[in-house]
């Protein structure tokens, strides 16, 4: 059963931040109400979740952190504090023995005492310099993975494999690790984008089936996989299968709304499923994704004022996002400025689409987005 993270008011007013168990978001936010909570808003996913626990089981259960409800918004928003602010911490928890070392070395060094001296700012340096140090051994795990989703974003699929050796290197010396699944995901995505496919799909499923992955979760990554192969068809087929084992999932509407507009064409049967999550509770990560699918599916209907309304909607939201976190946000972000250059252009708006289309041109075309391109083009020179 997954755990989500919520925040609202308590009975009293408050504001708070609490974990709830719960087997949908909706009964989740049905628990919090009996207990008074106003003001609700719900900050994870059963995605979410999914990771985490696979992180969980597969980290030295010693080296893993075990954060508070408060902090464990913190970090999802960005706001944990960094390593200059712990080092601050650290330092002033010690001050009293930095003092007493700073106190005895400075002696030794009056009385010459050269043995005693060394020993002594030996021990003071290591005090002051032990938690940049271990924060810096302890972050292989997380810079290892961010080079990671960077080269996957940009479909650097050979860099892709080198980055997952690097993680698993990573993962060996910290006792951290993003779990077994989630390695094999990348790893089927980057097979995929080789043309390895089959290979591919074998990967993930063995992995997906070892970590008991929910069958739905598993049709949903299997999509991406096959449209990375450029087998849209299939994709659409796995979002299928997903929708039909999770009519509930937020994630699974949304992600086939956008599919269906991008990929297909098909703005009327991308509406109906968009429809469909308005009865649902979303977290507000997936409200900022449903300005983009507005904006597609405005696209697709030659609407370029609407399309230009809610993709500036969609933009803002994103780029509100934590910069610490630009590297998981990157796709979307350009996606936006791409589509954001056609509709520019076509009101007319030159000057601007020319300089959404510098950032993000490259990026379009790089994920085989080409009629955006080809309609910038040619609006442009119209």
């Known amino acids: 059963m997954p755990t989500f993270l919520w925040t609202g008011k308590t009975a009293s007013g408050q504001e708070e931040v ?8 909706e009964a989740a936010r049905k628990i919090l109400e009996e207990r008074g909570w106003t003001d609700l808003r ?4 059963e995605i979410h979740d999914f990771v985490k626990s696979q992180s969980e089981t597969a980290s030295d259960p010693d080296y893993r952190p075990k954060l508070t409800p408060k902090e464990d ?13 712990n080092w601050l911490k650290s330092l ?4 009293v023995t930095i003092l007493l070392l700073g106190a005895g070395l400075a002696m030794a060094i009056y009385r010459h005492a ?6 002594l700012g030996g021990l003071l340096v290591l005090i002051v310099f032990l938690f940049p140090a271990l924060h810096i051994w302890f972050s292989q795990t997380a810079n290892a993975f961010k080079r990671l989703h960077s080269a996957r974003n940009w479909r650097r699929w050979d860099e892709v494999l080198q980055c997952i050796d690097k993680l698993q290197n990573a993962q060996s010396a910290t006792k951290i690790a993003i779990g077994a699944a989630e390695i094999a995901r990348y790893r089927a995505l980057a097979y995929a984008g080789l043309g390895r496919l089959d290979e591919a799909v074998k990967v993930f499923e063995a992995a997906a089936e070892t970590a008991k992955m929910p069958a739905w979760l598993f049709h949903v990554h299997l999509a991406t996989i096959y449209s990375t192969a450029k087998q849209y068809e299939k994709a659409l087929e796995m979002y299928r299968l997903a929708l039909d084992e999770a009519t509930d999932k937020s994630i699974v509407l949304i992600d086939m709304s956008g599919f ?9 049967e991308a509406k109906q499923f968009l429809a469909q999550t308005e009865g649902l509770q979303l977290s507000e990560l997936a409200r900022t994704f449903l300005p983009k699918v507005r904006g597609l599916i405005a696209w697709r209907e030659k609407d370029f004022a609407a399309m230009d309304k809610h993709l500036r909607e969609a933009l803002a939201g994103y780029e509100k996002q934590p910069p610490n976190k630009y590297y998981i946000f990157e796709p979307t972000i350009l996606g936006c400025k791409g589509y954001l ?16 289309y510098d950032v993000a041109g490259e990026y379009l075309s790089t994920v085989c987005l080409d009629e955006p391109v080809t309609e910038y083009r040619a609006l442009m020179k119209a």
Do not use: C, Q
């Open 18 to 25: 609490d974990r709830v168990t719960a087997d949908t978001p």
């Open 42 to 45: 719900l900050h994870t996913t």
């Open 73 to 85: 918004l913190a970090f999802i928003k960005g706001r944990a504090p960094g390593m200059g602010s």
């Open 92 to 95: 002033r928890e010690s001050s």
């Open 114 to 119: 050269i043995v005693v001296s060394v020993i």
């Open 260 to 268: 269906l507009v991008e990929r297909f064409n098909r703005p009327d």
């Open 341 to 356: 250059a056609v509709s520019s252009a076509a009101l007319g708006k030159k000057d601007e689409a020319r300089a959404y």
